[in-house]
């Protein structure tokens, strides 16, 4: 392995590697690999960095360019810093069609920020997804990896009270 590859490597830590290779070793390929490989550096990061990003696609044996291709495609890939949890806001037809975008709306001011942006006590970062598979229950939303769903414009907020509660009980 070459000094750069050495150093590109480095930019993951030891687990994050362990865990990919583990993926690796039960797929045709080493760039099979590729998404599980991302999420497994989103969950300990939070988000794919540019360096974290080159590290993977060197250890996968393919180009950043390809690499950043598909996370750029896969929506639930990071490649900007996130907050604590990412509210993921349905804006597909069922849920448009369920007065999604009056629910949207009670959600950017409850949390004071609009889509692509995150909360200056940095808990929340808000996007708009496309169809969360809920759509007999639309409207819907995801906060961090708990999914909402029947959501109405004058009781979403609350949803953000009780999370923060919860969170707030998991601290102490
Ligand atoms: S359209 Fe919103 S969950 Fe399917």
């Known amino acids: 392995m070459s000094m750069a590859q050495d150093k590109m490597v480095s930019a993951l830590s030891e ?5 990919i290779e583990a993926e690796i070793s039960h797929l045709p ?3 099979a690999a590729a998404i599980d490989a991302l999420k497994i550096v989103q969950g300990h990061r ?3 960095s540019d360096e974290s990003l080159g590290a993977i696609a060197n250890l996968l044996q393919m180009s950043t360019a390809e690499l950043d291709g598909i996370a750029t ?3 639930l890939i990071f490649r900007q810093p996130v ?5 993921m806001v349905c804006d597909s037809v069922s849920c448009f069609l369920m007065d ?3 629910v949207s709306k009670s959600i950017k001011e409850k949390l004071g920020i609009d889509f692509g942006e995150t909360t200056s006590d940095g808990k929340y970062t808000l996007l708009p997804v496309t169809c969360l598979g809920d759509c007999d229950h639309a409207p819907a939303m995801m906060i ?6 029947d959501l109405k414009p004058e ?12 969170s707030g009980d998991d601290a102490s």
């Open 46 to 48: 939070g988000w794919i």
């Open 29 to 31: 390929n080493r760039q």
């Open 83 to 87: 907050g604590e949890k990412v509210v």
């Open 144 to 149: 961090g990896d708990e999914e909402h769903h």
């Open 73 to 75: 495609f896969y929506s």
């Open 155 to 166: 009781t979403v907020g609350k949803l953000f009270d009780d999370a923060s509660k919860r």
């Open 100 to 102: 999604g975008e009056t």
């Open 15 to 19: 687990q994050e590697i362990e865990e």
